[in-house]
């Protein structure tokens, strides 16, 4: 009997990596709406796009990581051939 643990975490990993690229998005739109007092020093702006790049690299990395466990397609052709 098969545990069906690993898919389980495979799949809320996936669904954090949407979260994450959904904020990141969210944060990108929120930088450009961002009006500092103080147009000569946009720290404001910087600041959230610095945390909006964080959010999308985090996304990124994590969906690297489970693209490298899924089975390459060459493989699973093979096996349905069989």
Same mark, same amino acid.
């Given at each position: 009997?098969?545990? @069906?643990?690993?898919?389980?975490?495979?799949?809320?990993?996936? *669904? !954090?990596? &949407?979260?994450?690229?959904?904020?990141?998005?969210?944060?990108?739109?929120?930088?450009?709406?961002? @009006?500092?007092?103080?147009?000569?020093?946009?720290?404001?702006? *910087? !600041?959230? &796009?610095?945390?909006?790049?964080?959010y999308y690299n985090c996304?990124?990395?994590?969906r690297e990581?489970?693209?490298?466990?899924?089975?390459?397609?060459?493989?699973?052709?093979?096996?349905?051939?069989?």
């Open positions: 009997m098969e545990s @069906k643990a690993p898919d389980i975490l495979f799949d809320n990993c996936l *669904r !954090l990596v &949407e979260k994450w690229e959904v904020t990141a998005r969210n944060k990108f739109v929120s930088a450009d709406n961002n @009006k500092d007092d103080h147009s000569d020093s946009p720290t404001g702006k *910087r !600041l959230i &796009e610095h945390g909006a790049m964080c996304a990124q990395d994590l990581v489970l693209s490298s466990l899924l089975p390459s397609p060459s493989t699973t052709q093979e096996g349905d051939q069989k």
